[in-house]
């Protein structure tokens, strides 16, 4: 291929914002809501990591690139009360609408049927994205290192803190760690999926999540397809995770989840 599918996301996504028209003071509507929020207390996703046992971020998404349609009848909120009722740490709702068939407003809907933090997953590469993020009412926002270029990458950082989104920085190899790592973000995840040509890796995000250091929190994310792809991320150490394609398509998702949080190493 002449273009990586990132690449070729990437595009999408630029071109999608070249021809939607900013809202008006979104910004400050943005920052507005994240002063109420911080009053009124927010669901905190590193909080909710960092309790004792496997903690599963259990994710929505429709399709992805590699595996297509993942769920016939697919029901965000359905399914993110079935990961709730499993025992999942919080909720990862994919909003992106090309490669993925996301819809941004299942983030609202999931946030108001659970209890849990709501972490948004798209190919963030704008404040104004990070803005949006905010009223849509999620509780953390994904970026991915490869999609933010020099400075871009700790900006969304800073101004992500400034809003009240907890950040949950992606990488994939030792070139996005040291980049992440430069800046303040406490969650690093670690994508076993290469997002340039799909392959997966999970050998790889061992030996990449062993160079986060104390003090930040590793995810491990992509690959996990069920307690025996688990148990030597647990033998090494890993508590943290991020599972999607394996718990949509589970014809029980309650029990899929509460399968993998109840693993031991």
Same mark, same amino acid.
């Given at each position: 291929?002449?273009? *990586?599918?990132?690449?070729?996301?990437?595009? /999408?996504? !630029?071109?999608?914002?070249?021809?939607?028209?900013?809202?008006?003071?979104? @910004?400050?509507?943005?920052?507005?809501?994240?002063?109420?929020?911080?009053?009124?207390?927010?669901? *905190? @996703?590193?909080?909710?990591?960092?309790?004792?046992?496997?903690?599963?971020?259990?994710?929505?998404?429709?399709? *992805?690139?590699?595996?297509?349609?993942?769920?016939?009848?697919?029901?965000?909120?359905?399914?993110?009360?079935?990961?709730?009722?499993?025992?999942?740490?919080?909720? *990862?709702? &994919?909003?992106?609408? !090309?490669?993925?068939?996301? !819809?941004?407003?299942?983030?609202?809907?999931?946030?108001?049927?659970?209890? =849990?933090?709501?972490?948004?997953?798209?190919?963030?590469?704008?404040?104004?994205?990070?803005?949006?993020?905010?009223?849509?009412?999620?509780? /953390? &926002?994904?970026?991915?290192?490869?999609?933010?270029?020099?400075?871009?990458?700790?900006?969304?950082?800073?101004?992500?803190?400034?809003?009240?989104?907890?950040?949950?920085?992606? &990488?994939?190899?030792?070139?996005?760690?040291?980049?992440?790592?430069?800046?303040?973000?406490?969650?690093?995840?670690?994508?076993?999926?290469?997002?340039?040509?799909?392959?997966?890796?999970? +050998? /790889? /995000?061992?030996?990449?999540?062993?160079?986060?250091?104390?003090?930040?929190?590793?995810?491990?994310?992509?690959?996990? +397809?069920?307690?025996?792809?688990?148990?030597?991320? =647990?033998?090494?150490?890993?508590?943290?995770?991020?599972?999607?394609?394996?718990?949509?398509?589970?014809?029980?998702?309650?029990?899929?989840?509460?399968?993998?949080?109840?693993?031991?190493?």
């Amino acid at each position: 291929m002449s273009r *990586s599918v990132l690449a070729d996301i990437v595009a /999408a996504v !630029q071109e999608r914002l070249s021809q939607e028209p900013e809202a008006p003071g979104l @910004l400050l509507k943005a920052r507005e809501a994240a002063g109420v929020r911080r009053r009124k207390g927010r669901r *905190s @996703l590193l909080e909710a990591l960092t309790a004792p046992g496997v903690r599963v971020i259990a994710e929505c998404k429709r399709r *992805s690139p590699s595996a297509g349609v993942l769920r016939s009848s697919f029901d965000p909120v359905a399914l993110a009360r079935a990961y709730e009722a499993g025992g999942a740490a919080a909720i *990862s709702v &994919v909003t992106e609408p !090309q490669f993925f068939a996301g !819809q941004p407003g299942w983030v609202p809907l999931v946030r108001h049927g659970v209890g =849990l933090p709501v972490l948004r997953k798209d190919f963030i590469i704008s404040v104004r994205q990070l803005a949006e993020t905010v009223l849509l009412g999620a509780d /953390a &926002v994904l970026l991915i290192a490869r999609c933010l270029p020099g400075l871009l990458l700790p900006e969304l950082v800073v101004v992500a803190a400034e809003l009240e989104l907890e950040v949950l920085l992606e &990488v994939h190899d030792a070139e996005d760690l040291q980049r992440a790592l430069a800046t303040t973000a406490p969650m690093i995840g670690i994508n076993s999926r290469d997002l340039t040509t799909f392959t997966v890796d999970l +050998d /790889a /995000a061992v030996r990449l999540a062993a160079q986060v250091p104390p003090g930040r929190l590793a995810v491990v994310e992509s690959g996990i +397809d069920g307690p025996a792809s688990l148990a030597p991320l =647990l033998a090494a150490g890993l508590r943290h995770f991020l599972v999607g394609g394996a718990l949509v398509r589970a014809a029980n998702p309650e029990a899929a989840v509460r399968e993998l949080v109840t693993c031991r190493a």
